[in-house]
């Protein structure tokens, strides 16, 4: 278990106690790196029928990323163009990960992803490809091309396992479970391939032990379970043959949208009463993660218009500056409570 704080230098001179994305790819490429958000008209299997139908039930119909540009391949430069034109001023030296975001970006066959991925590298600012997808919809095809583009480009793949708790799964229609996102992402990891594991805090029906449990599985600490937050692990979890280590997690709030099935089916539901109660279970999850893993995000994002609850997630910069606030109040840092292995 870390003792001494793990403080995250950004370039401005300032600190952080997260080691968050940004701050992790401009020391990696000297410069910074930003994301642009790509719809490549994809689908789900609990969508169209294979497994399911009407999508996850916290999903919007644009598949949770409505700010994205929609593509094919032959548009994709020009909405990266588009893109890059609008942040150019903003940040005259920047780099860019294409981050294929809406919906499962490796639901097609891998000849049209092989089509559409290496059109998103031709833009010469596009440094890398960042690619969101079930941890249920990587053929051994497609298994195939990402070690391919993994060789060539800067890549990493999001899996989002959003729970370890496969009721949970069950009754927010995700049609897909704990074993096989632990299939995909041993498959992903044995290729070298860096994986980002997406979790949701505030599903229907799980206590705050149950979304620490998630944080702690998806860090491949399951000895912790249930056990106080800063127990040391026992002396039996120091196993040289633990799997390598997970590149990055995404925590955020449930956010309860008009366009989805979860207003109708859990009415008035409100994952989280106030800011103060999401920050304080953020940061008990952020204390469990080893610093290693960077931090993709730590709040959610969704259309003011469609937002229901909660009322105040909109509020992104209100919430980051209490979680660091408290964070440097309480003396705490990602992996205070992380056991070193």
């Known amino acids: 278990m870390s003792s001494d ?11 952080l106690r997260i080691n968050m994305i940004g701050s992790w790819l401009k020391k990696e490429f000297g410069r910074k790196i930003v994301k642009l958000s790509i719809d490549g008209g994809f689908t789900c299997p609990n969508r169209d029928g294979t497994k399911g139908t009407g999508g996850c039930l916290f999903c919007s119909d644009s598949g949770s990323g409505d700010m994205a540009s929609r593509v094919d391949a032959s548009s994709i430069r ?3 163009d588009d893109q890059i034109r ?3 001023d903003k940040w005259p030296e920047a780099g860019y990960i294409a981050y294929f975001q809406n919906h499962t970006n490796t639901y097609a066959p891998a000849d049209h992803l092989r089509e559409l991925f290496y059109a998103a590298l031709e833009q010469p600012d596009v ?3 960042a690619i969101a997808t079930r941890s249920d919809c990587i053929s051994d095809e497609v298994l195939q091309l990402l070690e391919e583009l993994n060789e060539k480009t800067f890549l990493w793949v999001e899996l989002g396992l959003q729970t370890i708790h496969d009721e949970t799964a069950q009754a927010m229609n995700l049609c897909h479970t704990r074993s096989d996102y632990d299939d995909s992402l041993m498959r992903l990891q044995s290729r070298g391939i860096r994986v980002v594991t997406h979790l949701i805090l505030g599903l229907p029906g799980e206590t705050k032990e149950m979304m620490l449990d998630s944080v702690r599985y998806a860090c491949r600490i399951p000895h912790l379970f249930t056990q106080r937050p800063c127990e040391p692990p026992p ?3 120091q196993n040289p043959c633990e799997p ?12 309860v949208v008009r366009n989805s099935r979860l207003p109708s089916l859990y009415p008035d539901y409100v994952p989280f009463d106030s800011i103060d109660e999401y920050t304080d279970l953020l940061i008990r999850a952020i204390e469990l993660v080893p610093p290693q893993i960077t931090i993709h995000r730590i709040s959610g994002d969704a259309p003011r218009p469609a937002l229901l609850a909660p009322d105040w997630s909109w509020q992104k910069r209100t919430i980051l500056n209490e979680i660091h606030r408290k964070m440097r109040e309480r003396n705490t840092w990602q992996g205070r409570c992380a056991p070193t292995l």
């Open 235 to 237: 002396l039996s979890a």
């Open 244 to 255: 390598p280590q997970l590149f990055g997690l995404k925590l955020h709030m449930l956010n």
């Open 5 to 15: 704080p793990i403080i995250f230098d950004r370039s401005d001179g300032q600190e």
């Open 86 to 88: 609008l942040l150019s």
């Open 127 to 129: 440094l890398g490809l």
């Open 78 to 80: 020009t909405a990266l």
